[in-house]
């Protein structure tokens, strides 16, 4: 594909593990760690499929996790006092439970700056004002890296294997598929991404509209939202990041000049 995405925006290893505790339902002080670790690897995977340039950070937490497995999967020292013994998974329950606690006061923090920008009204669109009425209408939270890397990695797992009766040469880039999906969302306000990828032709068409997702959210183009946990994601196009018309008439105006 030659496109490599480089991403300033999305979460890390700890988030990553958090997210998968949630997911699975699971007491954090009692982490299953082989399937864990079955499941962080399987996003590592993912992530090196589509060359997303913050693999590094994740491959350290994966080697932590094997560690711990390790761990646990030997005998017990019969040289120390059972009372004695530590758990492999402590420190890594400790970490995981301070970094939760300044997650929360972030996204608290996060939330209070939202509020906030409500006391200040600017000018915008008609159109556009009256859509953000009716988005206020709706409860949603933008979906997370690994969101995203789920529902792509689900939507590659229902395409069944293809049979090859003829070879044809079919070339997708990012930069065609940012164009497309542009192009749906003038003509609707949100599009399901189960949707999106359905319309793909072969996996390699869906790896690519996925890269020009993931670009489109870098660039605050377009928001990834769902209305409740691990359920369908939908895109919409961020209304915070668009020119009212009346600057592109302005813009216009100026440049045709008197």
Do not use: W
């Not at 600017?122 to 789920?150: G, T």
């Amino acid at each position: 594909m030659g496109y490599k995405l480089k991403l300033d925006i999305f979460e890390g290893p700890l988030d990553l593990l958090l997210y998968l505790i949630k997911k699975n339902d699971i007491d954090i002080y009692d982490i299953p760690i082989a399937k864990i670790t079955e499941q962080y690897m399987e996003y590592i995977k993912m992530m090196e499929m589509l060359d997303l340039d913050i693999v590094g950070d994740f491959l350290v937490m994966a080697a932590t996790l094997m560690q711990i497995k390790s761990k646990m999967l030997l005998p017990p020292d019969p040289t120390q006092e059972e009372a004695e013994e530590e758990d492999p998974r402590d420190e890594l329950v400790r970490r995981l439970q301070e970094y939760k606690k300044f997650k929360e006061i972030a996204d608290a923090l996060k939330e209070k700056e939202l509020r906030r920008k409500d006391f200040f009204s600017r000018a915008v669109d008609e159109e556009i004002k009256n859509q953000l009425k009716e988005d206020a209408k709706e409860v949603y939270f933008e979906a997370s890296l690994f969101d995203l890397i789920n529902a792509l990695s689900e939507a590659l797992h229902k395409v069944p294997e293809e049979v090859i009766h003829e070879i044809v040469a079919e070339e997708f880039t990012v930069e065609q598929k940012i164009h497309d999906i542009l192009h749906c969302l003038l003509n609707e306000t949100k599009i399901s991404l189960n949707r999106l990828f359905g319309t793909a032709r072969s996996k390699i068409e869906m790896v690519v509209m996925f890269m020009a997702i993931l670009e489109l959210i870098r660039l605050k183009e377009i928001k990834a939202i769902q209305t409740r946990m691990f359920e369908d994601i939908e895109i919409m196009r961020n209304t915070d990041n668009m020119v009212p018309v009346e600057a592109h008439e302005d813009d216009k105006t100026s440049q045709e000049g008197p």
